[in-house]
């Protein structure tokens, strides 16, 4: 994984000295709180409900093993004992003191981490697939363009005051794991009939209030022109993105309003006359960047299918915890291991420090000391022998981390909701427990089979709910929390927004509900069909009644 050069040291210590010093200002009233409140965001501290709250940047989901612990003792010595991993593969301290955030600044520098870019109006965390290099149907390891354009869109002058927020998501593999669809730019590492390695690029995606999925801009874009061509499309934004209403402020809808092949020639046009020589990346550098991302001393190894077949014949536990949270991995011998952060009663996403320390070795003992963090809010260790899959479930059993629910209908999305957010209108947790509870069941969560349910506390969509095969949305109406459901929402290849099946309904009636459009699914499926599969054949009437508790 990268490494931070002089410049990327010398530029974190310097920001940790600048928030410190506007810290004491703040806490000495010199400052005041909306003077205060643009110079926090810059390094990612929020305000929320009932407390500070701090968001730490991963950029495109790699931690080493150092830094998993570093947040473990921040964890401990700074917060109550747990954090939260985003669906922005970022992690969130909830509970931080304003006159400690300067140290937890300065504890993250040390490990080159930050939370710088991760609020404001400016190119955000940069995201990625998390299996990037390890999986088997990657064409190239999206990494190292995540951190090219972590690199290039760090403080950028002309950037960093956009219209609003804005993300990026990069993806190297043929299934899109990174919802590019669901970003302002998504990347997509393709091969073109020449077998020239290069990118597709789209433009516009996004969800919140206006949910739109990203549109082709650029079919083909050779590597070496890559950082000119997303300044085009960000001085074309920056330009024309509106500013008169921040909730019509996105990229989103400036496609919308101009209209795509307005955006395309702008955007082709600016390209065009931007000195592309200076502007896109030495060769020299993007090999230094490559070469942090080299595999691993993987050892000779061949694929043991006897040796798994055993210890799954063996151990039932073993055995759904291989179907659900087991992945194939590039190297023969290695398999790809999530970690759900799920568990049955759980806030989803939440990890005690302890739990951090226990991937971080787990990470060293079993692996190379790497771990990634989805979008899912869940941990990944990318570099598992096979033979050592049944001693790391055991392992994983221990720390409480071995619930074996990974893309089953308990490994539910969900924002902190109204428990922590002072933007949700609606509870999130709760509603997530519940659902959890009533599906606990190992063997009927494995009948259901693949089944994404995503919850949002309100209609910024922190949740991705409209992404959901069931997506639920909380709102407030008449003074009472009111929950929309959608179903059909995907993230992935064949990307869709969620329709929204009927009026809202009361959070206790929620559960009951997901269960009678569970048993619709179950009763109308064909034979290996997933519900999003069956969704689109079976058609949104055929769940209408799913909001009625008399025709269940």
Same mark, same amino acid.
């Given at each position: 994984?990268?490494?931070y050069? *002089?410049?990327?040291?010398?530029?974190?210590?310097?920001?940790?000295?600048?928030?410190?010093?506007?810290?004491?200002?703040?806490?000495?009233?010199?400052?005041?709180?909306? *003077?205060?409140?643009?110079?926090?965001?810059?390094?990612?501290?929020?305000?929320?409900?009932h407390?500070?709250?701090?968001?730490?940047?991963?950029?495109?989901?790699? /931690?080493?093993?150092r830094?998993?612990?570093?947040?473990?003792?921040?964890?401990?010595?700074?917060?109550?004992?747990?954090?939260?991993?985003?669906?922005?593969? !970022? %992690?969130?301290? !909830?509970?931080?003191?304003?006159?400690?955030?300067?140290d937890?600044?300065?504890?993250?520098?040390?490990?080159?981490?930050?939370?710088?870019? =991760?609020?404001? !109006?400016?190119?955000?965390?940069?995201?990625?697939?998390?299996?990037?290099?390890?999986?088997?149907?990657?064409?190239?390891?999206?990494?190292?363009?995540?951190?090219?354009?972590?690199?290039?869109?760090t403080?950028?002058?002309?950037?960093?005051?956009?219209?609003?927020?804005?993300?990026?998501?990069?993806?190297?593999?043929?299934?899109?794991?990174?919802?590019?669809?669901?970003?302002?730019?998504?990347?997509?590492? @393709?091969?073109?009939d020449?077998?020239?390695?290069?990118?597709?690029?789209?433009?516009?995606?996004?969800?919140?209030? =206006?949910?739109?999925?990203?549109?082709?801009?650029?079919?083909?874009?050779?590597?070496?022109?890559l950082?000119?061509?997303?300044?085009?499309?960000?001085r074309?934004?920056?330009?024309?993105?509106?500013?008169? #209403?921040?909730?019509?402020?996105?990229?989103?809808?400036?496609?919308? *309003?101009?209209?795509?092949?307005? &955006?395309?020639r702008?955007?082709?046009?600016?390209?065009?006359?931007?000195?592309?020589?200076?502007? #896109?990346?030495?060769?020299?550098?993007?090999?230094?960047?490559?070469?942090?991302?080299?595999?691993?001393?993987?050892?000779?190894?061949?694929?043991?299918?006897? %040796?798994?077949?055993?210890?799954?014949?063996?151990?039932?536990?073993?055995?759904?915890?291989?179907?659900?949270? @087991?992945?194939?991995?590039?190297?023969?011998?290695?398999?790809?291991?999530?970690?759900?952060?799920?568990?049955?009663?759980?806030?989803?996403?939440?990890?005690?420090?302890?739990?951090m320390?226990?991937?971080?070795?787990?990470?060293?003992?079993?692996?190379?000391?790497?771990?990634?963090?989805?979008?899912?809010q869940?941990? &990944?260790?990318?570099?598992?022998?096979?033979? +050592?899959?049944?001693?790391?479930?055991?392992? /994983?059993l221990?720390?409480?981390?071995? +619930?074996?629910?990974?893309? /089953?209908?308990?490994?539910?999305?969900?924002?902190?909701?109204?428990?922590?957010?002072?933007?949700?209108?609606?509870?999130?947790?709760?509603?997530?427990?519940?659902?959890?509870?009533?599906?606990?069941?190992?063997?009927?969560?494995?009948?259901?089979?693949?089944?994404?349910?995503?919850?949002?506390?309100?209609?910024?969509?922190?949740?991705?709910?409209?992404?959901?095969?069931?997506?639920?949305?909380? /709102?407030?109406k008449?003074?009472?929390?009111?929950?929309?459901?959608?179903?059909?929402?995907?993230?992935?290849?064949?990307?869709?927004?969620?329709?929204?099946?009927?009026?809202?309904?009361?959070?206790?009636?929620?559960?009951?509900?997901?269960?009678?459009? @569970? +048993?619709?699914?179950?009763?109308?499926?064909?034979?290996?069909?997933?519900? &999003?599969?069956?969704?689109?054949?079976?058609?949104?009437?055929?769940?209408?009644?799913?909001?009625?508790?008399?025709?269940?």
């Open positions: 994984m990268y490494r050069d *002089e410049f990327d040291h010398a530029f974190v210590q310097t920001r940790v000295a600048q928030f410190r010093e506007q810290v004491e200002a703040r806490l000495a009233g010199q400052l005041t709180e909306e *003077e205060f409140r643009p110079l926090r965001l810059m390094n990612g501290l929020y305000l929320q409900l407390a500070y709250m701090l968001r730490i940047a991963i950029p495109y989901g790699t /931690l080493s093993a830094q998993m612990r570093q947040l473990a003792f921040i964890t401990d010595r700074f917060d109550r004992g747990s954090a939260h991993f985003t669906t922005r593969q !970022n %992690l969130q301290l !909830n509970w931080p003191k304003l006159i400690e955030t300067p937890i600044l300065a504890a993250l520098a040390e490990v080159e981490m930050h939370g710088i870019q =991760t609020s404001g !109006n400016c190119i955000r965390n940069v995201t990625s697939d998390q299996y990037a290099g390890v999986a088997a149907d990657e064409i190239e390891d999206p990494r190292p363009t995540g951190e090219l354009i972590r690199q290039w869109s403080d950028h002058p002309e950037f960093s005051f956009l219209p609003r927020k804005f993300k990026i998501a990069v993806t190297g593999a043929a299934m899109d794991r990174a919802a590019v669809a669901a970003h302002d730019i998504g990347i997509r590492v @393709v091969r073109n020449a077998g020239e390695v290069g990118y597709r690029i789209y433009v516009g995606g996004g969800l919140g209030r =206006t949910p739109m999925l990203a549109r082709l801009v650029r079919e083909f874009l050779p590597k070496d022109d950082i000119a061509y997303l300044e085009a499309i960000m074309v934004y920056n330009l024309f993105g509106r500013r008169d #209403n921040k909730y019509k402020a996105r990229v989103k809808i400036l496609m919308h *309003e101009a209209g795509t092949e307005t &955006v395309k702008m955007v082709e046009e600016e390209f065009a006359r931007l000195p592309r020589a200076a502007i #896109n990346v030495d060769p020299a550098e993007l090999a230094r960047i490559e070469a942090y991302f080299a595999p691993p001393a993987y050892e000779a190894l061949g694929d043991e299918p006897a %040796l798994l077949a055993a210890a799954r014949q063996a151990d039932a536990g073993f055995d759904a915890f291989a179907r659900a949270n @087991v992945v194939a991995h590039k190297q023969p011998g290695y398999a790809i291991v999530n970690i759900s952060l799920k568990p049955i009663g759980g806030a989803p996403g939440d990890a005690t420090s302890a739990q320390r226990a991937v971080a070795d787990l990470s060293e003992r079993y692996g190379f000391g790497e771990i990634r963090v989805t979008h899912a869940n941990l &990944v260790l990318p570099d598992v022998r096979q033979r +050592d899959l049944p001693a790391l479930y055991r392992e /994983l221990a720390a409480g981390l071995g +619930d074996a629910n990974a893309g /089953l209908i308990t490994d539910i999305i969900a924002c902190p909701g109204m428990d922590y957010c002072s933007l949700a209108t609606a509870r999130s947790i709760p509603i997530a427990k519940a659902i959890a509870q009533r599906f606990a069941n190992p063997a009927r969560q494995q009948l259901i089979g693949e089944l994404g349910i995503k919850i949002s506390g309100c209609i910024n969509a922190c949740g991705h709910h409209h992404l959901g095969g069931i997506g639920i949305l909380g /709102l407030e008449g003074g009472e929390e009111s929950y929309q459901i959608t179903l059909g929402g995907d993230p992935g290849n064949d990307a869709a927004i969620g329709k929204l099946l009927g009026p809202g309904l009361a959070g206790d009636d929620v559960p009951d509900a997901i269960e009678r459009i @569970v +048993d619709l699914y179950l009763a109308g499926r064909e034979a290996g069909e997933t519900f &999003v599969a069956a969704y689109r054949r079976l058609g949104h009437d055929h769940f209408k009644g799913a909001l009625n508790a008399d025709r269940h």
